[in-house]
C-alpha cells in the first residue's frame, strides 16, 4: 500500500485559490492512480478529480470544470490539487486517494489508499 499525507488546505475567501499538495510514500507511487475526494458535512464522500500514473489522462466532476487542475510530479512522488475561483459550495474535507486499477476506476471510488484529509473553507 502507499501511504498519502495531504496538505494546503485553509480558509480562503469567494473567488479564491488554494493548492492542495498529497506526498506518497511506500509502495512505487508511478504506479498509481491519483485523484481527490472531498466529503462536505452531512454529506457522502464524492469524487473531484482523477488523473492517471502517467499524467495524460484527467478526470474532473461536472462542479469543478474550468475551476479546479489536478496534476503530479512523479520524481516528487506528489500529486497537486489547483482550486481557482473558489465558492462556499468547495467548502469540505478533500481527501487524496491512490488507486491500482487506473484513473477511471478511481473516478468509481474504487480507492486503494486513502489520505487523512486536509480542510477547506470557503466564506462568503
Known amino acids: 500500500q502507499v501511504q498519502l499525507v495531504e496538505s494546503g488546505g485553509g480558509l480562503v475567501q469567494a473567488g479564491g485559490s488554494l493548492r492542495l499538495s498529497c506526498a506518497a510514500s511506500?509502495?512505487?507511487?508511478?504506479?498509481?492512480?491519483m485523484g481527490w475526494f472531498r466529503q462536505a458535512p452531512g454529506k457522502e464522500r464524492e469524487f473531484v478529480a482523477a488523473i492517471s500514473w502517467s499524467g495524460g489522462t484527467t478526470y474532473y466532476t461536472d462542479s469543478v470544470k474550468g475551476r479546479f487542475t489536478i496534476s503530479r510530479d512523479n520524481a516528487k512522488n506528489t500529486v497537486y490539487l489547483q482550486m481557482n475561483n473558489l465558492k462556499p459550495e468547495d467548502t469540505a474535507v478533500y481527501y487524496c486517494a491512490a488507486g491500482n486499477l487506473g484513473s477511471r476506476a478511481l473516478t468509481q471510488g474504487r480507492v486503494a489508499s486513502w489520505g487523512q484529509g486536509t480542510q477547506v473553507t470557503v466564506s462568503s
Open positions: 511506500g509502495r512505487t507511487f508511478s504506479g498509481y492512480a
